[in-house]
């Protein structure tokens, strides 16, 4: 290997290499022009906005359905027409203190994972935890922060959080209601200030104290399948 010759990575190679590849996107895409589709009568149409692939399907063919049978084998979509909190809804939320409660969205048990709301009302805090898989958050309202660290995350917020990173999120004073989107991947451990495991949940337990609560809010405990994949 070492008497290969090293990469072209020169200046004065750079832009006859990155004229060859802009000619053979062209020649691939053929014309298509901005990723937009031409119509049947050869206009383009950029306020439709429909990225297709380089097979130049038309608009019309573009916005035609799938004619074919989906995978047998295939779990149903799950669809949540409103997230955000109605009065009509309370019951919805799974308590798991006075001021913390979550909704759930989706107890993947095939998977592993779960997607749910979790809510804070007033201040407060989730107590020091950490994930052995990684963990997507959202923030839908208010804000809240880790106390190990600087940054705050506040509405419109996203949130990728490591695997193995202990931390204590932590909602501060003055607001009144604090709704993040999270998505978990395997265990939530909860930890002693030294890092010591001394709790956990997960998909299962989740389900388990959501099955609860619709029981005893007179949902019953089959409301939380339509949740479960």
Known sequence: LS???PPMMTRHHKQ???MLLALFVVALCGDLVDGFAPTSQGRRIASDRILV?????TVDDAYKPYQGEQPKEAL????VPQVMPDFDEELLWV?????VSFRPLCFCVS?????NLLRVK????LSRHKHPGPVHGHVLKGKWKYLEHDWVAEQGS???EPPGEIHTLVVPEGVDEMITLFHVTGSLLYCDPEGKVIGAEDVFTKLETAKKHYKEVGLGEEFVQQFVR
């Open 3 to 5: 008497s290969l010759p």
């Open 16 to 18: 006859p290499q990155f």
């Open 53 to 57: 692939k380089a097979t130049a399907e």
């Open 76 to 79: 149903p979509e799950i669809f």
């Open 95 to 99: 308590p798991q203190t006075d001021t």
């Open 111 to 115: 998977s592993g994972y779960y997607v």
């Open 122 to 125: 007033g201040a407060g805090l």
């Open 158 to 160: 996203y949130v990728f």
